[in-house]
């Protein structure tokens, strides 16, 4: 395949808050995951996992949404602040019916934000929440000066408001947060949004729920009758083996289910390109963002785990699932404004799996890993037919390009000829693949995936030419 990459050209900034991650109060991702207490024997500053957060920060990791999910539209917000033994203890009836005792709760959360170093995407709760319990809850968290919920706020140890960059108000309204019509839910966002009231000196960015996969009449209605009163609308688009109701293993799968996992992430392409058709009918300034707040692989919990927890392994099929996904993602970087991979830890498409002490990288999170250039980079090229088992971006900062490939065949190697303007120097360049196509990592074998140096490349002139494996996620950095 040769491509003439026209590095001198202009294209659309690739926003970094595609990159954005998902944890919900679900399973092991909060509790176990991120969050072990102050006292655990589990290394940890103000109980935050010290490995995890270090592994995050490594991704440069943007946003981090929160509480949920499902879980959102159950969340009281005032059960998760004040002293820990006397905060509420609640059933999270969506996820396994366990007790969940708000022991990570607002303080806590953006005790992880600061962490982390990264923005903080707050999802608000319309399906069993008042307007009122909203819009303390803002009032709460931004409110710098005098009032009620800024004197609570500082009685509970917090002087300083936090940032919220984003806010959702909603989750799936159309199934587990409320079963809404969409002519009844626009009406119900038009109001809950009036009560997000900007107390800091920003704007927070209104997040309306959107629609469920192809759900069109959904984004229509929304953008019809709400359109002027939001910044972004979601989208949920989880990639599957086959039917809902039957998921695939996520290893020892068959070669078909290689095939149809891939497959169902390509359709986000699609999804977007409709989605954005009806979006631009009503916002043709693409004002409004396509916030894609939760995608991923979705498949079968690992055996012997609570069905509730939705706890699953991570394989190099996961791997070209993000990669393909944020190619996608890259070539809608002017509609797409942020996407959140669902969730961060232990849960579905995770980063990061644990347990006890024990941490492991997932083949997804070395994507994220080998992606990271790409954040805030203008997109030069990017590619992904479906006829083909190679997907791609290239982007460029200045004058450093970063190229990003995934080979999806189970058995060809591929070459490419990259042929650009100016003759290119290599600064750094790794890969990671599969030696089999349910190649992962676990806690007796944390690096049968792992980042590698990629050497089999050669410059010839302008033209860069290399060859990656089968099953494989490259990124070359270039300086041109
Ligand atoms: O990510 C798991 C669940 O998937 C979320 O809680 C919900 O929003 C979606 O259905």
Redesign the pocket.
Known sequence: MKITVLNQKKGPKISKHIYGH?A?H?GRCIYEGLYVGEDSTIPNVNGMRSDVVAALKNLEIPVLRWP?????DEYHWKDGIGPKETRKKIVNT??GGVTENNHFGTHEFFELIEQLGCEAYVNGNVGSGTVQEMQEWVEYMTMGGESPMAALRKENGREEPWKVEFFGVG??SW???GNMRPEYYADLYRRYQTYVRQYGEEPIYKIACGPNIDDYRWMEELMRIAGPWMDGISL?H?ALTGAWEDKGPALNFKEEHWWSLIASAQKMDELITKHSTIMDKYDPEKRVGLIVD?WGS?LAVEPGTNPGF?YQQNTIRDAMVAAVTLNIFHKHADRVKMANI??TVN??QSMILTEGEKMVKTPSYYVFELYKNHQEGELIETYGDKNETISYTVSKKGKELTISICNYSLTETEELAFVFDGAPQVKEAQYIYGEKMDAHNDFDQAEAVTLLPFTNYALKGSQFVLTVPAMSVTTITLEV
């Open positions: 998902f919900e679900l949920g999910g499902c879980f959102a969506h996820w989750n799936e199934g587990c947060g949920h989880y939760e979705w939705l669902a969730q849960v579905l």
